[in-house]
């Protein structure tokens, strides 16, 4: 998720950089630090979707 997340807002930065947008806020070098930031955050496992929890498997006898 993070992953998809971080590929739109590379395509922000790139949208931005091409069309020559300047921000104080929000430039698009600001964007490729936070599209790094999100992949590097997909790399190392976080919002992957696991279930850190540990399982519990019943079986029912019917």
């Known amino acids: 998720m993070l ?3 971080a590929a ?3 395509v922000l930065a790139l ?3 091409l069309a020559e947008v300047t921000s104080d806020a929000l430039d ?3 964007l490729i630090t936070l599209g ?3 992949l590097a955050l997909h790399l190392a496992g976080v919002g992957g979707g696991t279930d850190w929890r540990p399982r519990r498997y019943s079986r029912r006898r019917r």
Do not use: H, K, S
Request: charged share 5%; proline share 0%.
């Open 3 to 5: 992953a998809i997340v």
């Open 15 to 17: 949208l931005f950089d």
């Open 36 to 38: 790094l930031l999100l």
């Open 8 to 10: 739109i807002v590379f």
């Open 28 to 30: 698009y070098q600001t």
